[in-house]
T-cell receptor
Framework: DAGVTQSPTHLIKTRGQQVTLRCSPK?????VSWYQQALGQGPQFIFQ???????QRGNFPDRFSGHQFPNYSSELNVNALLLGDSALYLC??????????????FGNGTRLTVT | AQSVTQLGSHVSVSEGALVLLRCNYS??????LFWYVQYPNQGLQLLLK??????LVKGINGFEAEFKKSETSFHLTKPSAHMSDAAEYFC????????????FGSGTRLQVQP
């Protein structure tokens, strides 16, 4: 049973460019959340998708957008990259229990470096 | 709004010694509390969680945590540290109204000395 898979594992982009990160949730999970983890910090919530819609959003600018597909996989897009966007981007999925105690399963992340 | 404070960004213990990682939370509603562990170049793995019921929660790898509402704490302990416990540990909180996002602390790096 595959867990949460993310691609690519590493990415180097130039300031001002756009990037797309991808995530496949754990089998049986329908909810996907994205987190940004800066070096030496805890993860920060970006947004959450289920039923192909953004349901919650953290304190991130509109440059960060996402999408969820009918097969529950998800993309995170970041436009007009800034140096400060360099971080580990984590995707997490959870089961359709609809309550806050449904534990998140995390992927290994995509390490984005903006130069 | 919810928040998590992890006291001590770095904790060093000897192999076989007690591990104590501190977590205090702030929440206006009854919280769900979690501890996650992160090994280098990996994602986060759930160690244990508190939702309702028994306040002493046992997790994987011999870890446990106790929810103390009066102290707004959820400290993580392990009686005897092992070299393989060296990692980054994160405490997190969510509320219980639907599929809520987690709010994480800034993490505690645990070093285990031989």
């Amino acid at each position: 049973d595959a867990g949460v898979t993310q691609s690519p594992t590493h990415l180097i982009k130039t300031r001002g460019q756009q990037v797309t990160l991808r995530c496949s949730p754990k089998s049986g999970h329908d909810t996907v959340s994205w987190y940004q983890q800066a070096l030496g910090q805890g993860p920060q919530f970006i947004f959450q998708y289920y039923e192909e819609e953004e349901r919650q959003r953290g304190n991130f600018p509109d440059r960060f957008s996402g999408h969820q597909f009918p097969n529950y996989s998800s993309e995170l897009n970041v436009n007009a990259l800034l140096l400060g966007d360099s971080a580990l981007y984590l995707c997490a999925s959870s089961s359709p229990q609809g309550t806050g105690d449904s534990p998140l399963h995390f992927g290994n992340g995509t390490r984005l470096t903006v130069t | 709004a919810q928040s998590v404070t992890q006291l001590g960004s770095h904790v060093s213990v000897s192999e076989g010694a007690l591990v104590l990682l501190r977590c205090n939370y702030s929440s206006s509603v009854p919280p769900y509390l979690f501890w996650y562990v992160q090994y280098p170049n990996q994602g986060l793995q759930l160690l244990l969680k508190y939702t309702t019921g028994a306040t002493l929660v046992k997790g994987i790898n011999g870890f446990e945590a106790e929810f103390k509402k009066s102290e707004t704490s959820f400290h993580l302990t392990k009686p005897s540290a092992h070299m393989s416990d060296a990692a980054e540990y994160f405490c997190a909180v969510s509320d219980h109204t639907g599929r809520r996002a987690l709010t994480f602390g800034s993490g505690t790096r645990l070093q285990v000395q031989p």
